[in-house]
């Protein structure tokens, strides 16, 4: 297997992939030019030797600590259902905003689009139309 050289950069994007945040993110973090970032991140995402990477020392981590994102998700789950029935709403929210981070559906993933999650919908809802702007 021939070895691949990175960059300084791209090894920082890397270990900044490894902590969750988005391609835009890491590459903020791994200090690639501010306004090349977004295309930055999208290029090494296309990167197969990078990426490859990446798989590999998360393997390596989840095989470490014995967790996964199943494994987290069914953490999170646990203590949601916990607080629910503790009647403790902050910490119920607290673990829904975990969930949604495992996924990427937190407010820094720099999407247009967004996902609500409704943890106790109110007694009366009002249905509004949405429109494609």
Do not use: F, H
């Not at 993933?109 to 967004?114: A, G, H, I, T, Y």
Request: hydrophobic letters at 35%.
């Amino acid at each position: 297997m021939a070895v691949t050289r990175r960059t300084t950069k791209q090894q920082a994007w890397i270990e900044a992939m490894l902590t969750g945040v988005t391609p835009t993110a890491a590459a903020r973090i791994a200090k690639y030019p501010v306004k090349a970032c977004k295309v930055r991140g999208c290029e090494n995402v296309s990167k197969r030797n990078l990426m490859e990477e990446i798989d590999r020392r998360r393997a390596s981590i989840s095989k470490k600590t014995s967790r996964t994102v199943e494994s987290l998700d069914d953490m999170y789950q646990a203590a949601y259902d916990l607080a629910m029935t503790s009647k403790q709403p902050a910490a119920a929210g607290s673990n829904v905003t975990g969930i949604a981070r495992l996924y990427g559906m937190d407010k820094d993933n720099n999407l247009k689009d967004s996902t609500v999650i409704i943890i106790n919908p109110p007694k009366s809802v009002k249905s509004v139309e949405s429109e494609v702007v």
